[in-house]
């Protein structure tokens, strides 16, 4: 069965730092996605970055980069220079390749806070 | 549409009570999800239709729950004789492919909160 876990509830970041928020994953597929998202206040879900279970390369997208170590089975997702707009939950999610279901499963997420 | 929308944005039902929420996903997007987020907890799976068809039904929770997408296109999900712990709420999204991330990503509509009391 898959399973998404992020171990951190909440953190807080100063305003221009980086942040980095975990993510470890279970599952016995050889491919699979990763994506992590952001949920602000307002509720909405924003997709963020994305990483392939066969790409080699950490997938970077503006100030988001996915911090993928395979063999650990972690893709935690790093946040430079963070503004205050960051502030949001963030949640990890897998997805499976084809082998019968294009399902999504979602970590608990994290709560960031940026300060000022 | 340009997003996903769903109706109503907030509903406010009594315990007992059935209830409809809908999405109407973006055009041309064939594969449709269903989740259920509670307050402080990650979005829930409960259905993925591929085209017409429930292509995975493994995440609702009871015969209580059911959904439909006649057309491909817009989608019902029905509850029936609610109970408070339905409460919650309700995130329909729909994938399609992204070419800068080279991935089928979800794009989310803002949900329907739905209160049972």
């Known amino acids: 069965a898959q399973k998404i876990t992020q171990t951190q509830p909440g953190m807080f970041v100063q305003e221009k730092e980086a942040v980095t928020l975990d993510c470890t994953y279970d599952?016995?597929?050889?491919?699979?996605?990763l994506f992590w998202y952001k949920q602000p206040s307002s509720g909405e879900m924003i997709f963020l970055i994305y990483q392939g279970s066969y790409d080699e390369q950490n997938a970077t997208e503006g100030r988001y980069s996915l911090n993928f170590q395979k063999a650990r089975k972690s893709a935690n997702l790093v946040i430079s220079a963070s503004q205050l707009g960051d502030s949001a939950m963030y949640f990890c999610?897998?997805?499976?390749?084809?082998?019968?279901?294009?399902?999504?499963?979602f970590g608990t997420g994290t709560r960031l806070k940026v300060l000022a | 549409g340009a997003g996903v929308s769903q109706t109503p944005s907030n509903k406010v039902t009594e315990k007992g009570k059935y209830v409809e929420l809908r999405c109407d996903p973006i055009s041309g997007h064939t594969a449709l999800y269903w989740y259920r987020q509670s307050l402080g907890q990650g979005p829930e799976f409960l259905i993925y239709f591929q085209g017409t068809g429930a292509a995975d039904d493994s995440g609702l929770p009871n015969d209580r729950f059911f959904a439909v997408r006649p057309e491909g296109s817009v989608s019902t999900l029905k509850i029936q004789r609610t109970e408070r712990g339905d409460s919650a709420m309700y995130l329909c999204a729909s994938s399609s492919y992204r070419e800068t991330s080279g991935a089928n990503v979800l794009t989310f509509g803002a949900g329907s909160r739905l209160t049972v009391l």
């Open positions: 999610a897998m997805r499976e390749a084809p082998s019968g279901t294009y399902k999504y499963i």
């Open positions: 599952t016995s597929d050889q491919s699979y996605g």
